[in-house]
């Protein structure tokens, strides 16, 4: 039963990668401001998932000296992939760096994406609840993620058909993640004791370091207003899923 929970979440995962087809027909001004508001709504909601969700469950776990350890150590980790793999979080379609690095966004958004998928795994074997929530967590950042990845492929060269498909390619890395995370669990019994925290740190670091720089670039008052309150909207997302999942 849990196994058909994290295959079915991590699948949903993998069907926001086509989200970028909305670019097809939403105009670029309107479609920027969508964006805009995800934006704040995203880092609120993995704030929100870091704290009122996984942090708790995992200090239930294990020693609150180990899980801040990991918590560290995956804030570093998620710096290293991002400065090192050229991990981009590109949120306007047409302004990135793209250059040589069209394909290689395309691995590391892959590797992103098999991460996501075993930390849904490790999170629905603690609880369906967690995993609900973490779900809902990662499938918010990918949103605006992969509206940015899709603008990266078709401003690299890509036409917007082929764009969707090798997005919706790197996408299923996350139900490969997820699969091995099922049965790396089965070998590792503290599997959950670190990866929970390391995902935690994860989603504090891409909150803090490139989504919520990202509403700081806006000059307008109105627009920042607009995506602070939709941050302080994750946020409250999260608590009341926190309060409504199933245990």
Same mark, same amino acid.
């Given at each position: 039963? /849990? ?9 949903? /995962? ?123 967590? /990662? ?35 996350? *139900? ?29 670091? *891409? ?41």
């Amino acid at each position: 039963m /849990v196994l058909v929970w994290i295959l079915a979440s991590t699948f949903v /995962v993998c069907l926001i990668s086509l989200i970028g087809i909305l670019t097809l027909s939403v105009k670029e001004k309107l479609l920027h401001s969508i964006l805009f508001g995800l934006i704040g709504f995203s880092a609120g909601a993995l704030i929100g998932g870091a704290f009122l969700h996984i942090l708790p469950e995992a200090l239930e776990k294990a020693p609150s000296e180990t899980v801040f350890f990991y918590l560290i150590l995956g804030i570093v980790l998620f710096f290293m992939m991002e400065r090192y793999l050229h991990w981009r979080h590109c949120h306007e379609e047409g302004k990135c760096d793209v250059h040589a690095f069209t394909y290689l966004n395309l691995v590391g958004d892959g590797f992103h994406n098999f991460i996501d998928g075993m930390v849904i795994a490790a999170s629905f074997l603690v609880s369906i609840k967690l995993g609900i929530a973490t779900t809902l967590a /990662v499938i918010l950042h990918e949103i605006p993620q992969e509206l940015g990845d899709f603008g990266v492929l078709v401003y690299g060269g890509f036409s917007k058909k082929k764009a969707l498909f090798y997005n919706f390619i790197s996408a299923f890395a996350a *139900i490969i993640g997820a699969i091995v995370g099922y049965f790396i669990s089965d070998f590792c019994k503290g599997f959950s004791n670190f990866i929970l925290p390391l995902t935690a740190g994860g989603f504090i670091y *891409i909150a803090t370091s490139d989504l919520i720089p990202e509403i700081h670039k806006e000059s307008n008052l109105r627009r920042s207003t607009i995506a602070f309150l939709t941050f302080l909207l994750g946020i409250a997302f999260m608590a009341l899923a926190k309060q409504l999942l199933p245990e």
